[in-house]
Structures are given as structure tokens and as C-alpha cells.
């Protein structure tokens, strides 16, 4: 936020202080003046156009959902089942209620500073009704109410649009409409997608319509009197589990956000499909499609271990993952162990098939730590994960070490964790991250708050190998057996310090996961769509 202020105030103070003054009086001399305008009027439009680039950036919204339809009061599992998903958020929180007589109901707080619980502990005492929706969020508020012709109904979003300076456009254009800017001057996503259905006849319409426009991914809950319509990301990128218990239903990002909760699993919606829940059962509105390309990186580091997506077990993918590195390994540390949280059942899988013994060399320290990327600034970021990660000397002290995380974004992190070994006594430290080295930023969903593909080492070391040449053939970087490829990760581990670095391979990534590869995104890893 502060990055996107600083950069706004920095095109009006050059457009004011450097460009008019040069402007005025060259504009008062007719004789140059053409060529000058020309030249001029392109510095300025350049300028507006950083402005507005910055102002309208992408939409993103990366979060978790949960909805119940019951008939009963719903607060008690909507405020649990919500809670359930404080991983995929940090910042903002929101609840929403329905009930006959009553109408809609909402709270919003903001949770960057404490958790979910403690700052909706009001709202289940006083909140009532036997609908409900809730939303944690990294990025903007919601669930958000609105009122068009298709009556009063609420809505959640979890995607990311790529294409919102266009859609706006469009949208502004039609019609005498407004949106209300956020902090930063972004546009609030779910918002966006809001405006867009209503510009349908109909829910189901506005919805596939909403889903066809955007560059990106959206799955999208809304309730209504009638119930709550839950529909998945046409490509499926995304997941929406759906459970049953006798007197109610229930929609989650997570499927074991609900299982505590007395509800069972009933099924997941498919690629595109749109259902409505209400608490008599579940009627499917539009069939799912045949293509789906659900995020991997889901069961690499974002997915809970007690989770499934298509059926595939969090915590099994990565033991599966650690196995699979141990088979190609050659190196022989005296311990193995993860980076917590999500390295550690990675860590536990290339123990077991090493028969290298697993150790936890440092603990995370968790009572009151939020997560590490949860300060906006990136500094900030990296000391909070240092300082939640305490070492146990007598397990560091004179050993060699073989850490297995989820995976390298900038690299910063991972090197002071090495660097913190080493201090603490550890004479080797071998890393192996559980996923191919990331070459892309993600076009599809928001798990980095990078906005460069440049924040990732693998580009920068690149850039650092190719210099100044125009092309650059990214596929003999994403290919293990080219020489590229090994340049690449040898300079990575050179940069960071690392005793040894060996990347898992994105063919036995795939086999961890046990789906299809077509039915996987992996553009993050090779850029294919």
C-alpha cells in the first residue's frame, strides 16, 4: 500500500515540479510548438499511464469461505467453520447472516493484529439466522451485502482478475455506475464481480457471465432468501466442498473446516459448476465442465495437512514428496528435518525412505505469532519468521543438516533460516525444497504479494547469467537436465549460502499428487497453461 502511494505522489510531484513549468511557456511559442506538444504530450500520457497502472492494479483476492444453510440457527458452525480457514488469511474477516423476518446481517473486522475469534466473540451471541456466509481474507473486505434487481443477497470471492482496468472500463462506459475505491485507490474485487452478475437477468446468468469475463479465476458464493449459490472457478483452480450433517448443509474452501462440526462429507463441485444449498439439500444449477486445472501449489504449501482436495490428502502428497527426493538423492546428512509448517511432512516422508533419522532442530514458536507474510512490507515479513523459529542447540551443534521446505520465492527467508544454523553450530545445511524452482509469477490465484516476477531469485539469477540478451529461453531453466538448469540452481545456492541445493522434480511433484497432469496447473513452475 505504501509502495503504490509513494509511486502515485511521485508521478503528480514530476508531472507539477518538471513538466509544467517546462510546458507553459514552451506552449506560448507557436513556431515550435507542434513538435514540442508531441514530445511533451507523450511524457505526460506516459506519467498518467504509471498513474493509473498503479491506481488499478489486478484484483486479488486469496481466502478462504465458509457457508451453512441449516434449519436451525447457523451461527455456531459458520463462526467455527470460518475460523477454520485463519491459514489463507491475515487481514480482513467477515461474517454475514440470513433469516426470515430478520433480513441480512454483517460484521467485517480487521484481524491483523487478533485472530479471528477474538474479534468476532460479539457476533455469536448477537447474530442470528439460518443462512450464512463467511470470509478471511488477505485483501479486501467482505462478505460484501448488495441490493439490485435481483434482489438483497451477499457475496464472498476467492481469485484473482487480471483484467479489471478493462472490465471497469466497459462497465463505466454502459453505464451510469460507481465503484467505491479502497485504501491505495483499488477497487474492491468481490465488488467487481458483483457488479457484474447484475448485469445479467438472472443469478446463474450473472454468475457464468462474471466467470467468462475474468482473466484469472473466481469462485464465488451469494446468499439469498432462497439459499446460498456456490460456484466454482470454471477451471476449477480453486476447490468447493460441500458437507451434510441432518439438519443442515455447509459450503468450505477447506473440507476439514466442517468435520468437527458434526458434518460428513457429501461431495466437491466440479470445474464451473453452480449449485444452490439450502437446508433441505444441494440442487446442481450449471453441470460441470470436462477441463480442470486446480493449483498444485494447494498441497505443496497452502492447504491445510488435514485437508483434501479431488480427493488427494494434503498430508500424503507431501510425505509422497519427501520419498520421491530422497530415491534421487546422494547426499548424507546426519539429520533431516522441515522447515515448519509445511516442510515438516516432507521432512517426515525423505526420513522414513532414507533411513536418515528426522529431527526438529528449531521449533515454531506459535502462541501468539501471526504468519510470517502477514506485515504488507517485506522486511518485516522476514523478521517475524526468524524470530518464530527458536533453536534447539544441542540438535544443531556440530551436525550436518538436510532441511526440506515448501519452496524458494525470493530466497530471503530460507538463507537467514541457513544463516541461523550456522550460527546456532550447524557445519553442513543441504536444502531441498519440496517443489521445482518457481519461474513464473501465478496469473491465476494470489499466494505471494510479489508484483514482479523479478522478487523471484530463479529470474533474478537468471538475469544475472544472460545479461542484457533480449530473448531469453525460460524452458531450459524449467528442464532438470539441461545445463541451464544446474547453472541456475548452483548460483542460487551460492547466493544463499547452501551447503548443497537439489530441487524436486516437477514430473515426481506430479506423481506426489497422484491426479492426471492435465487436470494440474504447473504454470508457476514451467508456464505452461
Avoid at 517546462?22 to 506519467?47: E, Q, S, W
Amino acid at each position: 500500500k505504501y509502495t503504490i502511494l509513494f509511486m502515485r505522489h511521485l508521478c503528480l510531484y514530476i508531472y507539477k515540479i518538471y513538466l509544467l513549468p517546462i510546458l507553459l511557456p514552451v506552449f506560448g511559442k507557436v513556431n515550435n510548438f507542434l513538435c514540442t506538444f508531441n514530445f511533451y504530450r507523450d511524457m505526460i500520457l506516459m506519467c498518467l499511464h504509471i498513474y493509473r497502472t498503479i491506481t488499478i492494479q489486478e484484483e486479488k483476492n486469496m481466502g478462504g469461505f465458509f457457508g451453512v444453510a441449516s434449519k436451525e440457527d447457523c451461527v455456531f458452525d459458520l463462526f467455527f467453520g470460518t475460523d477454520y480457514h485463519s491459514h489463507l488469511g491475515t487481514r480482513r474477516a467477515g461474517l454475514a447472516v440470513y433469516e426470515k423476518g430478520r433480513g441480512f446481517d454483517r460484521s467485517i473486522h480487521n484481524i491483523e493484529n487478533a485472530p479471528f475469534r477474538t474479534k468476532f466473540d460479539k457476533e455469536v451471541t448477537e447474530m442470528k439466522g439460518n443462512l450464512g456466509i463467511g470470509s478471511i481474507s488477505d485483501y479486501e473486505p467482505q462478505p460484501l451485502i448488495v441490493r439490485s434487481h435481483h434482489g438483497t443477497y451477499s457475496i464472498a470471492t476467492v481469485g484473482k482478475i487480471n483484467n479489471t482496468e478493462e472490465i471497469l472500463s466497459n462497465l463505466l462506459a454502459s453505464s451510469h455506475i460507481h465503484f467505491l475505491e479502497m485504501s491505495g485507490g483499488s477497487i474492491n474485487a468481490t465488488e467487481l464481480v458483483a457488479t457484474i452478475i447484475n448485469q445479467k437477468e438472472n443469478i446463474i446468468e450473472g454468475i457464468q457471465y462474471a466467470q467468462d469475463l475474468i482473466e484469472g479465476s473466481m469462485t464465488i458464493l451469494i446468499m439469498t432468501p432462497k439459499g446460498i449459490y456456490a460456484a466454482r472457478d470454471r477451471m476449477g483452480r480453486t476447490p468447493v466442498a460441500i458437507g451434510k450433517k441432518d439438519d443442515a448443509y455447509c459450503i468450505s474452501f477447506e473440507s476439514f473446516a466442517y468435520l468437527n462440526l458434526g458434518y460428513i462429507n457429501e461431495r466437491e463441485l466440479g470445474p464451473g459448476e453452480i449449485v444452490i444449498v439450502t437446508p433441505e439439500g444441494v440442487q446442481t444449477l450449471a453441470a460441470p465442465g470436462k477441463e480442470m486445472k486446480i493449483c498444485t501449489f494447494l498441497w505443496v504449501y497452502y492447504g491445510y495437512p488435514s485437508s483434501s482436495y479431488e480427493g488427494i490428502s494434503v498430508e500424503k502428497m507431501r510425505y509422497n514428496c519427501g520419498a520421491s527426493m530422497a530415491k534421487r538423492d546422494d547426499a548424507s546428512p546426519d539429520i533431516v528435518a522441515g522447515v515448519p509448517d509445511s516442510g515438516t511432512a516432507h521432512a517426515i516422508g525423505y526420513s522414513n525412505t532414507s533411513g536418515i533419522p528426522f529431527s526438529r532442530p528449531f521449533i515454531k514458536y506459535t502462541p501468539t505469532w501471526p504468519r510470517s507474510f502477514m506485515p504488507t512490507i517485506q522486511s518485516q515479513r522476514n523478521l517475524i519468521a526468524k524470530m518464530k523459529l527458536i533453536p534447539v542447540r544441542d540438535l544443531i551443534q556440530g551436525r550436518s543438516m538436510l532441511l526440506i521446505d515448501d519452496s524458494i520465492v525470493r530466497g530471503t527467508q530460507l538463507r537467514e533460516t541457513t544463516e541461523f544454523l550456522y550460527q546456532s553450530g550447524a557445519r553442513e545445511v543441504h536444502i531441498r525444497p519440496a517443489c521445482p524452482p518457481l519461474l513464473y509469477g501465478c496469473k491465476y490465484l494470489n499466494f505471494s504479494r510479489s508484483t514482479s516476477e523479478m522478487d523471484l531469485i530463479t529470474r533474478r539469477v537468471i538475469q544475472q547469467m544472460e545479461g542484457d540478451r533480449k530473448y531469453i529461453n525460460l524452458d531450459a531453466y524449467s528442464n532438470p537436465e539441461t545445463p541451464e538448469f544446474q547453472a541456475m540452481v548452483s548460483q542460487i545456492g551460492q547466493q544463499l549460502n547452501f551447503t548443497s541445493l537439489r530441487y524436486n522434480r516437477l514430473d515426481d511433484m506430479i506423481d506426489s499428487v497422484g491426479i492426471d497432469r492435465c487436470k494440474l496447473c504447473t504454470y508457476c513452475w514451467d508456464g505452461k497453461e
